[in-house]
């Protein structure tokens, strides 16, 4: 089972300002969305609201077609950036309490899941490592068969070994249920090799978004000399321009099909592009808060 979510003028206002303002997004069902942004960009208020924990003040979020409201959509699994569990618990405590508040779990799935990470219901959470951890909470997400699951920050803190294990389950679960993901991380690398399209936030508002594959042909950087004038290069289309000496380098969204004199068109990865965006954003207002 797969399920969209769609984001229109989403905004929440706290006394210190803006977490997110007008933020506009639209994720495909069954991809697995990476949702990038420095800290205080307003990823955690954008899955808060769309697993219905945080009443926005303007705009709304539709799963399915359906608004979100105050309270937790059975089709929607999400999972806190603090991953609650209870240290003294047995692992098998755990999965008693979840399945207890979940009518739609699913034990045999579970267990399998718990099998596949070398996990024993006699473990207590406090003796677990933290990727083991990190499996557990992920664990008692999927166990209820969600179709749409918010993972904020699901990869902090993890060794690589347990970052790759954490990714392996999830793109497991999407080609076996088709469900949708959307997780979070300030960090683009400890999510891009699970993820197959980006939405990055830039002080909460949708500074890009997109298939990662779609945005990587979609940039380029033309480098040419910093004396030529630049008038040939529409403004729309420069995202960043950098001069270095006697060389300029520009990275754009469009490349002219046709380069002046001296001028080269070269790819751009993905960091790249993340950070210039980053970097040349005009949409940033001093009266915006986030996380």
Do not use: F
């Amino acid at each position: 089972m797969s399920i969209s979510l769609e984001a229109h003028n989403a905004s929440k206002r706290y006394n210190r300002g803006w977490a997110l303002h007008h933020c506009d997004a639209a994720i495909e069902a069954s991809s697995i969305t990476a949702l990038v942004g420095p800290n205080g960009a307003g990823k955690s208020t954008l899955l808060g609201a769309a697993a219905g924990l945080i009443s926005l003040t303007e705009g709304d979020i539709a799963i399915g077609g359906r608004l979100v409201d105050r309270r937790m959509d059975l089709a929607v699994g999400y999972l806190a950036q603090e991953k609650p569990l209870y240290r003294r618990w047995r692992v098998a405590d755990m999965l008693a309490q979840t399945a207890d508040l979940n009518t739609d779990w699913d034990d045999r799935h579970a267990h399998r899941l718990l099998d596949e990470a070398s996990l024993s219901l006699e473990d207590r959470v406090g003796t677990l490592s933290g990727g083991q951890r990190a499996r557990l909470a992920l664990i008692l997400v999927l166990g209820r068969r969600p179709a749409l699951v918010l993972l904020d920050e699901p990869m902090a803190d993890l060794d690589p070994l347990a970052r790759l294990r954490v990714q392996q389950t999830l793109m497991a679960e999407v080609a076996d249920t088709g469900m949708t993901v959307v997780m979070s991380s300030h960090i683009l690398t400890e999510v891009r090799d699970a993820c197959d399209a980006l939405l990055l936030l830039q002080d909460g508002r949708v500074a890009l978004h997109g298939p990662m594959d779609d945005l990587v042909l979609q940039h380029r950087i033309l480098t040419g000399p910093s004396a030529d004038s630049l008038d040939w290069l529409p403004p729309a289309d420069r995202v960043e321009v950098r001069t270095t000496g006697q060389q300029t380098s520009v990275l754009v969204s469009l490349a002219p099909s046709i380069l002046p004199a001296h001028w080269i068109n070269e790819p751009a990865d993905l960091d790249e592009i993340v950070i210039a965006r980053l970097r040349s954003a005009e949409i940033a207002t001093p009266d915006t808060v986030g996380a």
